[in-house]
Nanobody
């Protein structure tokens, strides 16, 4: 699976952005996809995840109520709608994919074997 992420940019605090991640290659019902982010000097952290075949989503506490992950199966694309952005949301955002992911690994970087290139999100105060 190859992943292509795009949609980042510069936005003022309180604004919105939508990230997209297009997956190419074989996908099936065992696929899970997620967004992670990494700020300068910090470890990569889980943001949101979704299972491909079941509308099950999961979020980091820091983005609950502000971010929404969704997927379009026909387009093999996952989206991250980010509202009410804060300066602390500034980071490089990565999409990731895994097959047969167990719930306990959903928030872990090591649970994912496929990664897209990052897209920069900068939120100014």
């Amino acid at each position: 699976v190859q992943l292509q992420a795009y949609g980042g940019g510069l936005v003022q605090a309180g604004g919105s952005l939508r990230l997209s991640c297009a997956a190419s290659g074989p996908t099936n019902s065992a696929l899970s996809m997620a967004w992670f982010r990494q700020a300068p000097g910090k470890v990569r952290e889980f943001v949101a995840g979704i299972r491909w075949n079941v509308l099950y989503t999961r979020y980091a506490d820091s983005v609950k109520g502000r971010f929404t992950i969704s997927r379009d199966k026909a387009k093999n694309t996952v989206y991250l709608q980010m509202n009410s952005l804060k300066p602390e949301d500034t980071a490089v955002y990565y999409c990731a994919a895994a097959f047969g992911l167990i719930s306990s690994s959903q928030k872990k970087v090591e649970g994912y074997g496929y990664w897209g290139q990052g897209t920069q999100v900068t939120v100014s105060s």
